[in-house]
Nanobody
């Protein structure tokens, strides 16, 4: 069974940086589009960024433009989210998602229903 596991969450002061990782198991990683989503308490799950197997990037939300970067290391089956200049509004549970199709990266804003594989999430808290 395919699994994705997030790591790297924690607490950071506003303006600081954090790097999340997502490792994929039991899958041909290079066939999968990968996405980052986040969900704050009482809010809907929100798409953040998506990257295709070929490295094409889609920004699901303008709120992280210029601050967050998505990347992938296909040799390590790992996806990353580099978070710079963080804001209290970035506080949320962050989820990694995978789908064996580039389709999820073609829709803005990202749709959670377009991804079939999800991790358990990693908590990010930005203190002011």
């Amino acid at each position: 069974q395919v699994q994705v596991v997030e790591s790297g969450g924690g607490t950071v002061q506003a303006g600081g940086s954090l790097k999340l990782s997502c490792t994929t198991f039991r899958v041909t990683y290079t066939d999968y589009a990968m996405g980052w989503f986040r969900q704050a308490p009482g809010k809907e799950r929100e798409g953040v960024l998506c990257i295709t197997s070929q490295g094409g990037i889609t920004e699901y939300t303008d709120s992280v433009k210029g601050r967050f970067t998505i990347s992938r290391d296909n040799a390590k089956n790992t996806l990353y989210l580099q978070m710079n200049n963080t804001e209290p509004g970035d506080t949320a549970m962050y989820y990694c998602a995978a789908e064996p199709s580039p389709y999820p990266c073609t829709t803005v804003p990202g749709e959670a229903a377009d991804f079939s594989i999800w991790g358990q999430g990693t908590q990010v808290t930005v203190s002011s």
